[in-house]
């Protein structure tokens, strides 16, 4: 079974930084994109950033200059490294992964972490 932990959320100053990282487990292949998707109260979520094999990384425009996506493909981890950080930037965080091959199952599917805060205090 495909499993998503992200560690590394909390409550930071605005102008601060802080690191998510999230680890993916579970009998798995290979996995063609890990990025990491928010969620602000009342707001629908949205992408922050991903990155598939061999590509450049996907940035929204809001985190651009600020944020910086990485990926460990041996590990099949994702981290996101996020400074500067505004009031704005509050949200929960999630892990996301895409065309995820596992022994059991070779369909490439999604998969979602549970997600982690970031509360940014201005």
């Known amino acids: 079974q495909v499993q998503l932990v992200e560690s590394g959320g909390g409550l930071v100053q605005a102008g601060g930084s802080l690191r998510l990282s999230c680890a993916a487990s579970?009998?798995?292949?290979?996995?063609?994109?890990m990025g990491w998707y928010r969620q602000a109260p009342g707001k629908q979520r949205e992408l922050v950033a991903s990155l598939t094999t061999s590509s450049t990384p996907d940035y929204a425009d809001s985190v651009k200059g600020r944020f910086t996506i990485s990926r460990d493909s041996a590990k099949n981890t994702v981290s996101l490294e996020m400074n500067s950080l505004k009031a704005e930037d509050t949200a929960v965080y999630y892990c996301?992964?895409?065309?995820?091959?596992?022994?059991?199952?070779?369909?490439?599917?999604?998969?979602w972490g549970k997600g982690t805060l970031v509360t940014v205090s201005s």
């Open positions: 996301n992964v895409n065309g995820l091959i596992t022994t059991a199952d070779y369909r490439g599917k999604a998969y």
């Open positions: 579970g009998n798995i292949v290979s996995i063609k994109t």
